[in-house]
C-alpha cells in the first residue's frame, strides 16, 4: 500500500521538529538530548532504523563521546532532515 500524502505531510512535521531542535542548540547537553531524539525519530523510519540505532548506542556513554562528533552527527542529521523534507515534499505534491 502506497503512503498516502497525509501520511507524508504528518513525517514532515516531525522531521521539521527534529530539524529545529538540532539547530537551537547550543550547547552540549542540548545537543546529547536533540541527537537522542532524533534517532528515536530515525529508528521509525525505515531507510535509516541503522543510522539511528548507531547514534543512539554511540551516546549511551555521552561521556565517552569528544564534542567534535557530536558536532559531526548534528552537522550530519540536519542535512539528513533537509533532504528527507525535501523528498518527502515532493512526494506530497505528486
Not at 5 to 19: E, F, G, N, P
Request: glycine share 2%.
Amino acid at each position: 500500500m502506497k503512503p498516502s500524502s497525509q501520511d507524508y505531510k504528518s513525517v514532515c512535521i516531525v522531521l521539521r521538529a527534529a530539524q529545529r531542535e538540532l539547530e537551537h542548540t547550543s550547547n552540549y547537553v542540548e545537543r546529547i538530548v536533540a541527537l537522542r531524539n532524533t534517532a528515536d525519530i530515525l529508528k521509525m523510519l525505515t531507510d535509516y532504523t541503522n543510522l539511528g540505532e548507531q547514534i543512539e548506542h554511540s551516546l549511551r556513554m555521552p561521556d565517552n563521546v569528544s564534542n567534535q562528533k557530536i558536532l559531526a552527527y548534528t552537522v550530519k542529521l540536519k542535512t539528513l532532515l533537509a533532504e528527507q523534507i525535501v523528498t518527502m515534499e515532493a512526494a506530497i505534491h505528486h
